[in-house]
């Protein structure tokens, strides 16, 4: 069993340790960190978890981005490699003035037996479609705990959907060209699954808006009392399929140990949903 979710917010150089931020001895953590508020045009941070324990998921986002600022990477590391690190990058598709910033979490508990990572081949966007998806499926026997997705041309196609399939042992992740960029053979996508056998009250809930123009929108997948969330998803769905919504991440919400928060953005003027998901389990 998994105890109570603990955030942990890293502390400024030279501070001290407080009884707040310290891991349980048994719990489960969350690591959170961000990059400066900048306009550089492309940033990378990384959440790395504590002494003791091993990545179980996590995730990252944008913020100020304005739908101009893509997500390059979502990368939980290999927890059978001792590498309990959860990687993200972000990068300007159009030149952007504006001050943004880069935000990963890291979800991590005590040592699981058969915790791995599963990366998927690269799965090319030819230049004439406009989407293409990567499966990572789990070993036999295994189900995802988290996911996290690759995209190597943002700009031209970013991440579009990263999201549990196969009744919850598989991640799909997939890009979406944006047609007012002129199309090229270099964007691919990868997907990413943390596989485990599953944990008691392993659950994948998910959640979503209608159809609306609105060009903000934040979606919280919230897990059932007594779980935890340790993964998270979204989904994009633009009837268009134009490509002009690009999605700024997902990561545990502040505050509570149930909630994986899912922010995507975009222009405005057209419909589109979007969709928030969170892996469960107990706590």
């Not at 931020?21 to 990059?35: C, H, K």
């Amino acid at each position: 069993m998994v105890a109570g979710l603990q955030v942990v917010v890293p502390r400024p150089a030279g501070a001290a340790p407080s009884a707040s931020s310290a891991p349980g001895a048994a719990g489960v953590v969350i690591v959170r960190v961000e990059s400066g508020l900048d306009s550089g045009w492309f940033k990378a941070v990384e959440a790395s978890c504590p002494a003791g324990t091993v990545l179980y998921g996590g995730g990252g986002r944008i913020s100020g981005g304005s739908g101009l600022v893509d997500l390059l990477q979502l990368l939980p590391g290999d927890p059978a490699a001792g590498d309990h690190v959860f990687r993200v990058a972000a990068i300007e598709g159009l030149p952007f003035a504006p001050r943004w910033r880069l935000h990963a979490a890291a979800v991590c508990g005590p040592p699981l037996a058969g915790i791995e990572r599963v990366v998927s081949p690269a799965s090319v966007l030819p230049a004439s479609a406009v989407g293409t998806g990567a499966h990572a499926v789990c070993p036999a026997g295994k189900v995802v705990l988290s996911t996290g997705g690759l995209a190597t041309s943002p700009a031209e196609a970013p991440l579009h959907w990263i999201r549990p399939m196969g009744n919850g042992t598989e991640v799909f992740a997939v890009v979406h060209r944006d047609d007012r960029v002129v199309p090229t053979t270099l964007a691919s996508v990868g997907a990413v699954a943390i596989c485990a056998p599953a944990p008691p009250g392993h659950e994948i809930v998910a959640t979503g808006t209608q159809p609306t123009p609105q060009g903000l929108k934040v979606v919280n997948a919230w897990c059932p009392a007594g779980k935890v969330a340790v993964g998270g998803a979204l989904t994009m769905f633009d009837p268009g399929g134009r490509g002009h919504h690009h999605f700024a991440g997902f990561v545990p919400e502040d505050g509570t140990d149930r909630s994986f928060r899912t922010e995507a953005e975009g222009p405005g003027g057209e419909d589109w949903a979007l969709g928030s998901w969170a892996i469960c389990i107990a706590a």
